[in-house]
């Protein structure tokens, strides 16, 4: 049987940029690591999610699973302060959408390795 805790792992380009970037916006880093000479990190939304990311180099991906290294994600998150989120994120990229209504509050953002994320009001 499958547990209630469930990781997503994301390949990115530059793992420090990324660290980097999502300590920056909030998240809550729980572990840093070296693994086969590659850095990796794990991190978590918000401290009582059961969702955590794990954060790989994508060359170490390519030695390891080559047929997944491409592969991207698509995430929603939700927050109940999308007003100041946005001002957050805004201040870390450039790469971010206005806030708009339809179908729902929300905007999307793109991390240092050009991964998409949404956000939605909660």
Known sequence: ???ENATLMLYVENVQAEYD???TAGFEILSKETIM???TFDMKPHAD?????KVYDKAF???ISPEVADFQPSVLFE????TELHERISGLTDNISPITSTPFVSFNFASPSGIYFAVKEK
């Open 37 to 39: 000479d590659y850095d």
């Open 1 to 3: 049987m499958f547990t």
């Open 79 to 82: 927050t109940e302060e999308i």
């Open 61 to 63: 991906i390519k030695q």
């Open 49 to 53: 999610s059961t969702l955590t990311f």
């Open 21 to 23: 970037f999502w300590k």
